[in-house]
């Protein structure tokens, strides 16, 4: 689901060019804020029909604002969010959001934002038989 976090941070990216927004495996000791951090919580996959499945993610948009004690600032951000993040997407891809939430912990906002992706998975390659000599005979 590598698109779908980069929609994310690319939605992040554009709004606020000013802001710096790390991935989970790219955050530094020391965030230059105020800053954005997408980190995927949760996923999972259940099967539907045939070649179909359903692949469920919940993602944690922590936004670290520029004063630690705001948390004005932390519900405005929220509300942005809440806006903006009904759809994400990009190259044509749109992704939807089915639950969000926000909850802010030590002055730190946490966004939880979940998705549903629905995926059809390629069949599977069997090799063809070149050729087949067949014969009947009536007794």
């Known amino acids: ?3 779908l976090q980069n929609a994310i941070i690319g939605r992040l990216t554009q709004a606020y060019p000013d802001y710096q927004v790390y991935d989970d495996d790219h955050v530094p000791a020391e965030m230059e804020r105020p800053c954005f951090v997408v980190t995927e919580l949760h996923s999972k996959q259940t099967r539907g029909v045939d070649r179909r499945y359903i692949r ?3 993602y944690d948009i922590q936004y670290f604002p520029a004063s630690p004690a705001s948390k004005q600032e932390c519900r ?3 509300e942005w969010l809440y806006e ?3 759809f994400v997407g990009q190259e ?3 992704f939807r959001t089915l639950d969000m939430s926000a909850e802010i912990k030590e002055g730190i906002l946490h966004f939880s934002a979940g998705f549903s992706v629905h995926l059809i998975l390629g ?3 069997y090799p063809v038989m070149e ?3 067949e014969e009947a005979r009536l007794k």
């Open 131 to 133: 050729t087949m000599n």
């Open 123 to 125: 069949q599977s390659q």
């Open 92 to 94: 044509g891809v749109q």
């Open 56 to 58: 469920t993610v919940l």
């Open 1 to 3: 689901m590598e698109d």
């Open 76 to 78: 405005s951000m929220a």
């Open 84 to 86: 903006h993040l009904l």
